[in-house]
């Protein structure tokens, strides 16, 4: 459904009303496209605390124009990263204001600031203070800079493990994420995990098909959000199955043949589902698992049949429970593979008349992080999720005219998400370079009031 508040403000009358009245001035936000695959433009590094002298390689390699602190009172930058990891104290600390001070204003619209902190460390808490102290910070920039400019922590242990996660942030396919923390492991902890197929490894490297060689499976793929993770897989490479309830079959047969993928008509809740799935995947095997299906049947739990609570619970999270332990347990799932789950800030904050699809949601949280850590020691498999806020699809089309609004200014973009927004995060945990990206809930919200 058409954002009609956001198209207007676009407009010179509208710009004029809003700031008068002083209402949200969402700014359209760089997205992806063939088109404008990347941000272009200068990027400043600048450090505070200790420099960590691998970065700039791997800023080199981003495909901007890197400058440094002599730089920053030229131009516009599109990008400011902030090495952080050297913080250690509260000293080093008022370097992050010296050096983003002077340049915050000028990153240009849709810019990215991104901060690199370092993990805590449990046996100094001044590093632990200063480092907390950064997600503090970052979250608090997001709400100040507007004109559609995001800014993001990402604490790594190696600047190489995080180069797919840096590279994401500092491309338009991260337009809609802001004020998060995510969190990347070192080179221990698989990353570029090249597989054989066939006896031949797969090229982990090629920029324009990162997923070419592998099967992903997308649940929930006749529409929505789930067709344009199948849409985006399928850019990037990999051979679709698409998967939705059999009520849905003639959508799904249009996006599979769109994308030269097949169709698995099945009701994940079926109780054989994860042996249906597996006896379906092309060559009997899977690298990247989406768990998008869901749906919610809203009602305030006082007035919540037994019914609307158990069908929510069972297609959001037990059928997921069940068919990730059965695709595990078959090896259908190669080493190297990769699962992603769908939460929801619901899941985080919680929502009147909600309880429970947040239960669904949150539970989809608390298998992440249980499983993250065991999924990649004993199968070499990822297990990460992104948690929408509003996204503009046909579940949100049908809320309510003033909670739509509210669902769509309430965050620091002023607008709401594309489904696209959500398929590129999904795309990029599922990335041949983002096995040190375990375990991780990113929201996908414009960073939303919910739950900030
Ligand atoms: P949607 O209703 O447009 O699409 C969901 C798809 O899942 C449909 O094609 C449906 O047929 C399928 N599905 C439902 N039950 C199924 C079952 N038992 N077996 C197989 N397929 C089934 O929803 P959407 O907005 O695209 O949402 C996709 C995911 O994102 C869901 O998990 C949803 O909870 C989550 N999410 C969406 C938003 C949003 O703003 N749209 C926000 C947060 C989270």
């Given at each position: 459904?058409a954002?009609?508040?956001?198209?207007?403000?676009?407009?010179?009358?509208?710009?004029?009303?809003?700031?008068?009245?002083?209402?949200?001035?969402?700014?359209?936000?760089?997205?992806?496209?063939?088109?404008?695959?990347?941000?272009?433009?200068?990027?400043?590094?600048?450090?505070?605390?200790?420099?960590?002298?691998?970065?700039?390689?791997?800023?080199?390699?981003?495909g901007?124009?890197?400058?440094?602190?002599?730089?920053?009172?030229?131009?516009?930058?599109?990008?400011?990263?902030?090495?952080?990891?050297?913080?250690?104290?509260?000293?080093?600390?008022?370097?992050?204001?010296?050096?983003?001070?002077?340049?915050?204003?000028?990153?240009?619209?849709?810019?990215?600031?991104?901060?690199?902190?370092?993990?805590?460390?449990?046996?100094?808490?001044?590093?632990?203070?200063?480092?907390?102290?950064?997600?503090?910070?970052?979250?608090?920039?997001?709400?100040?800079?507007?004109?559609?400019?995001?800014?993001?922590?990402?604490?790594?242990?190696?600047?190489?493990?995080?180069?797919?996660?840096?590279?994401?942030?500092?491309?338009?396919?991260?337009?809609?994420?802001?004020?998060?923390l995510?969190?990347?492991?070192?080179?221990?902890?698989?990353?570029?995990?090249?597989?054989?197929?066939?006896?031949?490894?797969?090229?982990?490297d090629?920029?324009?098909?990162?997923?070419?060689?592998?099967?992903?499976?997308v649940?929930?793929?006749?529409?929505?959000?789930?067709?344009?993770?199948?849409?985006?897989?399928?850019?990037?490479?990999?051979?679709?199955?698409?998967?939705?309830?059999?009520?849905?079959?003639?959508?799904?047969?249009?996006?599979?043949?769109?994308?030269?993928?097949?169709?698995?008509?099945?009701?994940?809740?079926?109780?054989?589902?994860?042996?249906?799935?597996?006896?379906?995947?092309?060559g009997?095997?899977?690298?990247?698992?989406?768990?998008?299906?869901?749906?919610?049947?809203?009602?305030?739990?006082?007035?919540?049949?037994?019914?609307?609570?158990?069908?929510?619970?069972?297609?959001?999270?037990?059928?997921?429970?069940?068919?990730?332990?059965?695709?595990?347990?078959?090896?259908?799932?190669?080493?190297?593979?990769?699962?992603?789950?769908t939460?929801?800030?619901?899941?985080?904050?919680?929502?009147?008349?909600?309880?429970?699809?947040?239960?669904?949601?949150?539970?989809?949280?608390?298998?992440?992080?249980?499983?993250?850590?065991?999924?990649?020691?004993?199968?070499?498999?990822?297990?990460?999720?992104?948690?929408?806020?509003?996204?503009?699809?046909?579940?949100?089309?049908?809320?309510?005219?003033?909670i739509?609004?509210?669902?769509?200014?309430?965050?620091?973009?002023?607008?709401?998400?594309?489904?696209?927004?959500?398929?590129?995060?999904?795309?990029?945990?599922?990335?041949?370079?983002?096995?040190?990206?375990?375990?991780?809930v990113?929201?996908?919200?414009?960073?939303?009031?919910?739950?900030?």
């Open positions: 459904m954002d009609r508040y956001l198209s207007f403000t676009g407009t010179a009358p509208g710009r004029f009303l809003t700031r008068r009245l002083g209402l949200p001035q969402p700014a359209p936000l760089r997205r992806w496209s063939a088109e404008h695959p990347s941000l272009d433009g200068r990027l400043l590094h600048l450090t505070a605390g200790k420099s960590d002298p691998d970065l700039a390689p791997v800023l080199a390699r981003t901007l124009e890197v400058g440094t602190r002599a730089d920053a009172g030229t131009g516009r930058p599109t990008a400011v990263v902030l090495d952080a990891t050297g913080v250690r104290d509260t000293d080093a600390l008022a370097e992050v204001h010296a050096a983003l001070h002077p340049v915050v204003r000028s990153v240009a619209e849709s810019g990215r600031i991104v901060v690199l902190g370092a993990p805590l460390d449990p046996a100094d808490h001044h590093q632990y203070a200063v480092q907390q102290a950064l997600e503090g910070f970052v979250r608090s920039l997001g709400k100040e800079i507007g004109r559609g400019r995001t800014a993001n922590l990402v604490r790594l242990t190696d600047a190489g493990a995080a180069e797919s996660t840096l590279r994401f942030l500092l491309s338009p396919k991260s337009a809609y994420i802001s004020g998060q995510i969190e990347v492991g070192g080179r221990d902890a698989g990353v570029d995990t090249g597989i054989g197929i066939g006896g031949a490894t797969v090229p982990v090629d920029p324009a098909k990162p997923l070419a060689g592998r099967t992903a499976l649940t929930g793929a006749a529409r929505g959000i789930g067709e344009v993770v199948a849409e985006t897989l399928a850019r990037d490479g990999a051979r679709v199955v698409c998967l939705d309830v059999p009520a849905a079959g003639a959508d799904l047969a249009r996006v599979a043949e769109r994308l030269g993928g097949t169709t698995l008509p099945l009701d994940i809740t079926a109780g054989d589902a994860g042996a249906r799935i597996a006896a379906a995947l092309p009997g095997h899977l690298d990247i698992l989406v768990h998008n299906a869901g749906i919610t049947r809203d009602r305030r739990l006082a007035n919540m049949p037994a019914e609307r609570w158990s069908s929510v619970l069972d297609v959001n999270l037990a059928s997921v429970l069940r068919s990730t332990d059965a695709l595990l347990a078959a090896g259908a799932l190669r080493s190297g593979g990769r699962i992603v789950a939460a929801s800030i619901a899941g985080i904050a919680g929502n009147a008349g909600q309880t429970n699809y947040a239960a669904s949601k949150a539970g989809i949280v608390g298998l992440v992080r249980s499983l993250a850590p065991r999924a990649l020691a004993e199968y070499g498999v990822t297990v990460n999720a992104v948690a929408p806020g509003f996204i503009e699809t046909r579940m949100t089309a049908a809320v309510p005219l003033f739509r609004e509210a669902g769509r200014r309430m965050n620091s973009l002023g607008q709401g998400g594309v489904p696209g927004d959500v398929a590129e995060t999904v795309a990029w945990f599922a990335g041949p370079g983002s096995g040190a990206v375990n375990g991780q990113v929201r996908v919200c414009g960073q939303s009031l919910l739950g900030a």
